[in-house]
């Protein structure tokens, strides 16, 4: 069975400072990832995913992460925050192979960006 | 584009009812799934409709039961609610293929009393 750890529940940073939410995965199979971040009182809005090719995926407000599979990882990180970043990130697997699988999540790390 | 729409926005009940949450999903997606996200915690998956049938299911208790209707847009029911229900249920969509991104919507808060 797949399994998805967040390492850190809450990590706390200053602005414009780097930062890395950490994520690793169990699977048996190949697998898709993603990372989705969840403002208060919202739903989940996709960050970024990985599902073949480049190991280092971005997206557009700066975030990227690195596919390591023989580590098992998909770490987060953002070279410089800002406070509009502070919400819960939430990383996630599926797994591969055609059709829309059903996505397993971490427990969630609560970033708080702190001016 | 409309997104993924979900209601209502918030829901209270009392233990022993039956609940209703209506999802309807992004245009040009045909596959519903719905996630229960307690507290601080991540979602958890629930079940997943495609062409009107049920194709996965998570860990649930058949109080869970939904549905998917032609236009694609499906409903969540929860029967005998305990207190443990209380939580956000999330409805995501996406279109068939290979790795598909699902979107989600903004939830339902369910509170169960």
């Known amino acids: 069975a797949q399994s998805v750890t967040q390492l850190d529940s809450q990590v706390p940073v200053f602005e414009e400072a780097p930062v890395e939410l950490r994520c690793n995965y169990s699977?048996?199979?190949?697998?898709?990832l993603f990372w989705y971040v969840q403002y208060p009182n919202q739903g989940l809005q996709l960050l970024l995913k990985?599902?073949?090719?480049?190991?280092l995926v971005e997206s557009i407000n700066g975030f990227e992460a690195e596919f390591n599979k023989s580590q098992t990882s998909f770490h987060l990180r953002k070279p410089s925050v800002h406070i509009s970043d502070t919400a819960e990130y939430f990383c996630?697997?599926?797994?591969?192979?055609?059709?829309?699988?059903?996505?397993?999540f971490g427990q969630g790390t609560r970033l708080t960006i702190n001016p | 584009d409309a997104g993924v729409t979900q209601s209502p926005t918030h829901l209270i009940k009392t233990r022993g009812q039956q609940v209703t949450l209506r999802c309807s999903p992004k245009?040009?997606?045909?596959?519903v799934s719905w996630y229960q996200q307690a507290l601080g915690q991540g979602p958890q998956f629930i079940f997943q409709?495609?062409?009107?049938?049920?194709?996965q299911r998570g860990n649930f208790p058949d109080r869970f039961s939904g549905h998917q209707f032609p236009n694609y847009s499906s409903e969540l029911n929860v029967n005998a609610l305990l207190l443990g229900d209380s939580a956000l249920y999330l409805c995501?969509?996406?279109?068939?293929?290979?790795?598909?991104?699902?979107?989600f919507g903004p939830g339902t808060r369910l509170t169960v009393l």
């Open positions: 995501a969509s996406s279109p068939t293929g290979l790795g598909d991104t699902q979107y």
């Open positions: 699977s048996s199979v190949s697998v898709y």
């Open positions: 990985y599902l073949s090719g480049s190991t």
């Open positions: 996630a697997v599926s797994e591969g192979g055609g059709g829309a699988q059903k996505l397993v």
């Open positions: 245009s040009g997606h045909d596959t």
């Open positions: 409709y495609y062409e009107e049938e049920e194709r």
